[in-house]
């Protein structure tokens, strides 16, 4: 039993470590990088969810991504110290994952996310809404971003919104790069995962 949880304990490890390797946590930034050629922005074909992070607020922010495949205890990351000028980060979660939320999937009104402002103080922020699920919200392939904006109404003056990138549209585009994804899904499965 404890060789089968270290064996999915690494696989899902894997992928959080080797991504930065292979230059798939920020897409984007290389697209504009290369002057427009495009890299995907999507895992597409891949067995992968992509979750960004995306910070357009004045603070500096601890988000705690949290996934569900079914089984338990959930799974966690946390991106630390986000900071306007940083802007944007994710990674990678293998598929199949059934939830994807920010804090708690199951209380998404605790204020988990942890916004440190310039004039040093902090707040706790709301996710805000239910977690989301597998063939409603996302689908395999597919990259969630979740945009951290200011927003007066709120009561921490921050809100979350959630969007995707269809995985689909990456097959269609045409892209002129290699395929990040595609060589990190090689990789894990070279090194047998």
């Not at 470590?17 to 427009?36: D, I, K, T």
């Not at 500096?60 to 000028?85: A, F, H, K, Q």
């Not at 002129?176 to 894990?188: E, T």
Request: glycine share 10%; charged share 15%; proline share 8%.
């Amino acid at each position: 039993m404890k060789d089968h949880v270290r064996h999915y304990g690494c696989l899902l490890f894997a992928p959080m470590v080797l991504a930065p390797l292979c230059g798939c946590l920020n897409p984007e930034f290389l697209n504009s990088a290369v002057g427009g050629v495009y890299y995907p922005t999507a895992p597409g074909d891949t067995p992968f969810v992509m979750v960004r992070v995306v910070n357009e607020t004045t603070a500096t922010l601890d988000v705690p991504i949290v996934w569900d495949d079914g089984s338990l205890p959930t799974y966690s990351y946390t991106v630390r110290g986000l900071t306007p000028e940083g802007h944007d980060t994710g990674t990678l979660v293998q598929w199949p994952v059934l939830r994807i939320g920010l804090g708690d999937l199951d209380f998404p009104n605790a204020p988990l996310i942890v916004a440190n402002f310039p004039d040093g103080s902090s707040t706790g922020v709301i996710f805000g809404r239910s977690a989301l699920q597998a063939g409603v919200d996302y689908n395999e392939g597919d990259t969630i971003i979740f945009q951290i904006a200011a927003d007066s109404r709120s009561p921490a003056y921050i809100r979350v919104d959630a969007g995707k990138i269809d995985g689909s549209s990456q097959l269609e585009t045409g892209l002129s790069r290699a395929d990040p994804f595609g060589r990190l899904w090689s990789l894990l499965a070279a090194l047998g995962f």
